[in-house]
Each structure stands twice: as structure tokens, then as C-alpha cells.
């Protein structure tokens, strides 16, 4: 990596980017239906790294784009992660009462606000990549492109399907046996971070990449880049779930196996799961070897993706 080049201090500036983006298409937290859009404040302004709309940030950079352009844009992909995120935690779903160290949207709000705030939270990441008035003089075809990607990765192939299969088909504890029934458990699991976890941080590098102007070259080796990232993220997130504690990941650790839910570490152990998220990596790495320096910023997410602690 160029050593005049720094990671931390560019995930400060383009998170402090997006932030200020996300204040600026949002409604205030007055707005009415001001409980609402308070529940939605509550949620979006928790303290998110925002991972997805920096990486499509740094795609659309390293094939030449105008990530000033882009930005009122991919703070969609945001928004979709909030809502995802609220769902998440209902009691219908994965039950939680902590969220990057406060109590989840529900907690504080209510089921019902929860439910609608995500609601919300959806329409108008969607709104947003198909208004005209953003983003001008983007190409229309890449803009619809986006808007394509984003359904993908928000709908039954994406977000929603991954979470039916994580509610009703994550591996039970007998998957973890030797053998068929192993590899069978590992197939299931990776459809699930695919689906869960890996749609949205591909389609994240991949609509980065269309508002950037990608060739169709550079555009199929960003969709690699992003699917090895997207799977290690979720790796190495369940190695977390594992070995962080709750101070560090800011909510409930070991969910999965209270749960009696399989994650990576508990049918392959820790050391073969981080050394799976390393290939994962290394691919993603391999796939924009022949990207120039403004590629800096993808390469040093890919590590930092593998080696974060929360």
C-alpha cells in the first residue's frame, strides 16, 4: 500500500462525508410525524462506520469517478442498512435489545414505530437514487442501474431471503458433525452471508462503480472484489460474536450459540474461519490487482474489513 496513504484518516473523512449527506436528505427530527422521524434519527445517527457507502465512495473513486457526484446518492445504501438493522433486532426476528451500545429501535420507540421507521427508512433509500434532482448529470442508465442493484440486494434475493434463511434454515447444532453433513452445513451457511450480508456490500461496490462511469471490465472485477468482501465480512463477524467482548462490539456476543444457531467458528473453529475470510480477501485483492493507486482505499476496507474489532 502507497505509504502516504491513511486508512484511518480516510474512514474519517468519508464517514464525516456521508454523515453530513445523511443529515441533509433526511427530514429533521421535528419534522412531523416528528416521532417518526425521531425513531429514524435515533437509528441512523447510532454510530454506524458506514462500511457500505464508503466502499461505494472508494469504487467509484478508483475508476476515475466523482465521488462528490455519487455521495447524495449512495447514502441510499445507508439507509437500507438502518432499516435492515431495525428489522433485525424486533422480537419477531433476531430479538435484540442492545445496538452499537444503546437499546435497539424498538426498545425505545415501540414495535410498531420500529417497524414503520424501517418502512420508511426503504422508501426513501429508493427515493433517493431515482430523483432527478440529485446526482445531475449522471448518465440515466447508470442511475437506473443502481437502482436495479439495490433491489437486488434488498429483496428475496438479497437482505430479505438471507434473513428467512437465517430464521428457518441456519444449521442446528447436530451440523456441526464431520463429513457430508459439515459441508452441507458450510453450503447452507454460505447462501445465508450471501444473501444477508454479502448482496448489499457487493451491490455497494458495484452502483459505486456504475455512477463512476466503470468499463464493463473494470465493473465484472469489482463485483469479485465485492463478493470476497462481502463474505468475509460476515466471517468475520461471527468471529467476533465469538471473540469480542460485548464492550467491543457494542451489543450481545455469543447470540448464535445461545440461540443454537451455527455460525463459521462453531463447524469449522476459529482458526479454520479466519483463515477462510483470508482467502475470501486475498481474492477480493487479486480481483483489482491491476487497478491503479486510486484503487488505495479498496485494498486498505479489504483489510481492515478482515482485521476489525467490532
Keep these: 500500500m502507497d505509504a502516504r496513504f491513511s486508512l484511518g484518516t480516510y474512514l474519517d473523512d468519508r464517514k464525516a462525508r456521508v454523515d453530513k449527506a445523511l443529515r441533509d436528505v433526511l427530514p429533521g427530527p421535528d419534522a412531523p410525524p416528528a416521532l417518526l422521524h425521531q425513531a429514524i434519527h435515533y437509528s441512523v445517527f447510532a454510530g454506524g462506520k458506514r462500511i457500505r457507502p464508503i466502499l461505494a465512495l472508494a469504487a467509484?473513486?478508483?475508476v476515475g469517478g466523482d465521488a462528490d457526484r455519487v455521495l447524495p446518492l449512495i447514502v441510499a445504501l445507508e439507509l437500507i442498512h438502518t432499516y435492515s438493522l431495525i428489522h433485525d433486532d424486533l422480537p419477531a426476528m433476531d430479538d435484540d435489545d442492545v445496538r452499537r451500545g444503546q437499546p435497539?429501535?424498538?426498545?425505545?420507540f415501540g414495535e410498531d414505530l420500529a417497524i414503520l421507521a424501517g418502512?420508511?427508512?426503504?422508501?426513501l433509500a429508493f427515493g433517493l437514487l431515482s430523483d432527478p434532482n440529485r446526482g445531475r448529470g449522471l448518465p440515466a442508465e447508470a442511475r437506473l442501474a443502481a437502482v436495479s442493484e439495490l433491489v437486488a440486494a434488498a429483496g428475496g434475493d438479497g437482505l430479505v431471503g438471507g434473513q428467512?434463511?437465517?430464521l428457518r434454515e441456519a444449521p442446528p447444532p447436530a451440523a456441526a458433525a464431520d463429513g457430508p453433513a459439515r459441508d452441507a452445513a458450510l453450503a447452507t451457511l454460505d447462501g445465508i452471508h450471501a444473501r444477508k450480508t454479502g448482496a448489499l456490500i457487493r451491490a455497494a461496490?458495484?452502483?459505486?462503480a456504475r455512477l463512476g462511469g466503470a468499463s464493463p471490465e473494470q465493473l465484472a472485477a469489482l463485483s469479485r472484489y465485492g463478493e470476497g468482501v462481502g463474505l468475509a465480512f460476515q466471517i468475520a463477524?461471527?468471529?467476533l460474536d465469538v471473540e469480542a467482548t460485548p464492550e467491543e462490539m457494542?451489543?450481545?456476543t455469543h447470540k448464535d450459540r445461545d440461540r443454537r444457531k451455527w455460525a463459521y467458528p462453531d463447524v469449522v473453529g476459529c482458526d479454520a474461519s479466519?483463515?477462510?475470510a483470508r482467502r475470501w480477501i486475498d481474492g477480493a485483492l487479486a480481483a483489482i490487482d491491476t487497478f491503479d493507486a486510486r484503487a488505495e482505499p479498496l485494498r486498505g476496507l479489504a483489510r481492515f474489513i478482515l482485521d476489525r474489532r467490532s
Design 60 to 62: 467509484c473513486d478508483a
Design 104 to 108: 435497539t429501535n424498538h426498545r425505545v
Design 119 to 123: 418502512d420508511a427508512l426503504q422508501a
Design 164 to 166: 428467512v434463511m437465517d
Design 205 to 208: 461496490v458495484r452502483i459505486g
Design 237 to 239: 463477524d461471527d468471529l
Design 250 to 252: 457494542g451489543k450481545a
Design 274 to 276: 479466519r483463515a477462510i
